[in-house]
């Protein structure tokens, strides 16, 4: 279907997806999905008042958002490209706004799972069409502009707990239909978004590195695969540190709110790290930070081992993983050209990997002991590091620009 440009598409630059309100607006959307995604933890014990629920079964509904969020990100895939831009991103919003609307006033506990899941479909659609969109829509800018975006999840994720704890969790309902309303509002400035912007691959010469007909089109499928790697690995450790570092510190002699608040500075660092690094993709490579993210975390977790250093050693793995994630979107769709499906793939893995973080964590800790919990995830980490090392050979990246 061929949709004819309006004039908010042709009074934009040619090589920008949005305007500079629709920019604003992107950023108040992640902070949206990433306050969403946070809501369901600090809620917990109304929901299981409410529902007369067990502790797994009250956080069904944390999975069932997750659930939405991968077939989410992977219907919208299919999608893109065959509606616009605004379409896409209109019908997820409606969906969160929806989803959020139905787990807000559900009469029983079904009803409140499937918002869950609608409201995980429009999460999967903003995060998947947002980063799609951001990583081709600014140019050479577009990594920095990815961080900033991806910093405002973390804003969000941050403020959402914060916004229960001070109404209190038998008032999840009101935040969760606040939210609602600010999704449906969210659709006003949709006008400002391209309707239709250039493919990855177009307007490349052919023979040149990215060319998907030049040699590195048939690694492919090896390039990949490592991409998926790195960020299964990394949301791996990020999601890892999250969850296990308040035992960690009270196991090795700290307090419980002193656990409490040292991970809430994690979370802190991880948000600071992005919008930091933003000015930093304008002068250096993708490959080459995140190499030294990969190094910093691996080194902050290794001195996470000595009990002294262990809370500071954690705000600064939140502040070197940071940019790993926004900012290898960018080298992936150069590096793998051919795929146009690499996007929605490495972000739909690392869902699956902030998922998979906490029981297989718990399964290692079970078989060692809680004080293992650095070592683990510096493992985890060296992967990461590997994988890194080796993409940064088979793509010949430069180490700056």
């Known amino acids: ?20 309100p629709a920019v604003v607006a992107s950023c108040v959307g992640f902070v949206l ?9 600090p809620a917990l014990p109304a929901l299981r008042s409410e529902y007369g629920l067990s502790p797994s079964g009250a956080g069904l509904a ?31 919003y409606a969906l969160m706004a929806l989803g959020s609307t139905a787990f807000a006033f559900s009469p029983d506990w079904p009803l409140a799972l499937l918002g869950a899941l609608v409201t995980g479909f429009g999460f999967g659609g903003i995060d998947y069409g947002l980063n799609q969109l951001f990583a081709t829509g600014f140019g050479r800018r577009s990594p ?34 606040a939210f609602a309303v600010l999704a449906a509002l969210l659709l006003i400035p949709l006008g400002g978004v391209r309707d239709r912007t250039p493919g990855p691959a177009d307007n490349r010469p052919a023979g040149t590195a990215d060319d998907p007909t030049s040699s590195r089109g048939s690694r492919a499928p090896a390039l990949l695969a490592a991409f998926v790697a790195l960020y ?16 960690h510190l009270e196991a090795v002699g700290y307090s419980t709110a002193f656990a409490a608040s040292a991970t809430s500075v994690y979370w802190l660092m991880l948000t600071l790290g992005r919008f930091l690094v933003a000015p930093l993709t304008l002068r250096w490579s993708e490959p080459a930070i995140i190499a030294v993210s990969c190094a910093g975390m691996a080194c902050c977790l290794l001195a996470a081992v ?5 809370p500071y050693a954690y705000a600064g793995v939140g502040l070197f993983i940071a940019p ?24 739909a893995a690392s869902m699956v990997g902030g998922v998979a973080a906490g029981p297989v964590l718990g399964k290692a800790i079970e078989l060692f002991e809680v004080r293992t919990v650095p070592a683990v995830l510096f493992a985890l980490a060296g992967a990461c590091q590997a994988a890194t090392w080796w993409l940064t050979r088979a793509t010949r990246a430069p180490l700056g620009r």
């Open 1 to 20: 279907m061929h949709t004819v440009p309006s004039p908010s598409d042709t009074a934009q630059r040619p090589d920008r997806a949005f305007t500079a």
């Open 33 to 41: 999905i990433g306050a969403l995604q946070s809501l369901y933890g």
């Open 62 to 92: 944390l999975s069932a958002h997750f659930v939405g969020g991968v077939t989410g990100v992977l219907g919208f895939d299919r999608a893109f490209g065959r509606i616009g831009n605004r379409a896409l991103l209109g019908v997820s």
């Open 144 to 177: 920095a502009m990815l961080n900033i975006l991806n910093a405002h999840f973390g804003i969000g994720a941050i403020a959402g707990p914060a916004l229960v704890g001070l109404l209190g969790a038998d008032r999840y309902p009101a935040v969760f239909t």
């Open 232 to 247: 299964v690995l990394h949301v791996a450790v990020e999601a890892g540190v999250g969850g296990w570092e308040p035992t």
């Open 306 to 310: 000595l009990p002294g250093l262990a």
């Open 324 to 347: 790993i994630f926004p900012t290898g979107l960018p080298w992936l769709r150069r590096a793998v050209p051919a795929a146009r499906r690499a996007g929605a793939l490495v972000i």
